[in-house]
């Protein structure tokens, strides 16, 4: 595995991964349109490798990509490592282009500007040299000189260097904002990606004449979405190459058949829950924003995302269906819109970034607080007006007691933290004991198909909640 390889942070649910797709999918339409002159079976994309990822015909190079998904970073300032890497690729390989993919416009994209930031940095050094320089001469000491002189040659190898990158700022010319949609837009947001992919899968279908799969592109979506989260999986693991054939991205649009299963609606579910620009989130929702110095790599909602992206749809299932447990479910008829309802899912993450203090615990199949022998699970029940409050209760109830896979999952939980809901114990027959047994709480599991549950469980507000689990 490369020393620059960061796969382990890809996945095929988030822009990076989506991105390779995109560009998998534009190098297919080009090959099927021109047959006799690109063979999609030469074609490989090389995953964070030498580059986040490259284009490679046979042996051969043909471009690299760097691709960025911070959205607070419009400016060139926040580029200049991406823009020396990128250029450092097209020294080593010169008939390759070289990509930059940005989730924002770059408002001061040129060369113009690239020389202004490193004449800014070579005026900031040497004005600090002159200042050491008077210091120096006020000085008698040996050794305070000798420290002076050692930080001003350091203080000159800064110059030097950036004195070279203002001299190469031809080089912005060589590096291509790779453009979207029919405005050649110099960027693409997290919305617009799954956009153009579908677009790029509709022409594949249409030009191929596979029109009774236009009904079903968001199938094949997903299941592009799936074989890119799969690789990058195996590609950590070190199970597979640095690379994979274009031809499999082909071989999945020209299956027989595309399924509507069950695993295909936890991984649209997924897609959403994991789509997140957590720093959009951060800066448009958290409450803590204004006064927030934690990196965005650190922060609650990012260790969740991550392990929302790592875990499998088994897994996955059991922390959306507490995430919604008042969503009825049948079997694995899911509704994907009851399940990720915007408003839902901003105050799931309120709640985790910045309502309650306390450490989150995360497994496999919980996500979760802990205090004084309760379970307190996150939900996404978010406002509900004071005139349904009551019906909306009665409703949730119900699904709560029907969702038989919940049940059997919440022996040890206690409460659902809504945004303004309170209720009275939720469920009927459990017994409500303070001990229980482990044996006795496995027959009855199995001769009333629920569990023997420890506690009542109940709807409590964030407010309480809040109050409960911040005051230690």
Partial sequence: MSVCDASS????????????????????????????????????????????????????????????????????????????????????SPNADIFLHTIVNIKDWSEEKYKDLYKSKVDKDMAAINLIEEEKSKLTDAKAIKENNEKIDKIKDAIKYNQSKYDESNKI?????????????????????KVYIENEIKEYLSYTNQDEKLGNIDVAYNKLICYMDEYIKKRHAGEVKEYFAVKEIKDILDMSYL????????????????????????????????????????????ELIEHLVNIDLDDLEKIIMKFNPHVLIKDWEYDVRSFVEEDGVHFLYQTIISHIDKELFISNDAIKYDKAGLSYLPTTIDVISENRKKSAIETYKKAINNNEFLLNELFEDNVFITENLVSENILESINDVDEVDDILAKEQEEYNYKSYLVNQICFKNIEKVREELNND
């Avoid at 405005?183 to 947001?189: A, E, H, N, P």
């Avoid at 951060?282 to 609650?300: P, W």
Wanted: hydrophobic share 30%; net charge positive; charged share 30%.
């Fill in 173 to 193: 010319n060589s590096i291509i904002l790779r453009k979207y949609g029919a405005k050649d837009d110099k960027f693409c947001t997290l919305g617009g990606i």
């Fill in 9 to 92: 942070s890809w996945s095929g649910y988030q822009y990076q991964g989506k991105i390779t797709i995109y560009i998998a999918l534009q190098l297919i339409n080009k090959c099927v349109k021109n047959p006799s002159g690109m063979n999609v079976g030469k074609y490989f994309i090389e995953v964070e490798h030498r580059e986040d990822l490259a284009i490679k015909k046979e042996n051969e190079y043909i471009s690299f990509h760097q691709v960025k998904a911070r959205k607070s970073d419009i400016y060139m300032n926040n580029y200049l490592e991406a823009i020396d890497k990128l250029y450092d690729e097209k020294i080593k």
């Fill in 259 to 302: 399924d509507r299963d069950r695993l295909f609606h936890l991984s649209k579910i997924k897609d959403i829950y994991c789509s997140i620009s957590i720093e959009n989130y951060c800066s448009n929702f958290c409450h803590k924003r204004e006064k927030c110095n934690v990196e965005y790599y650190e922060c609650r909602i990012y």
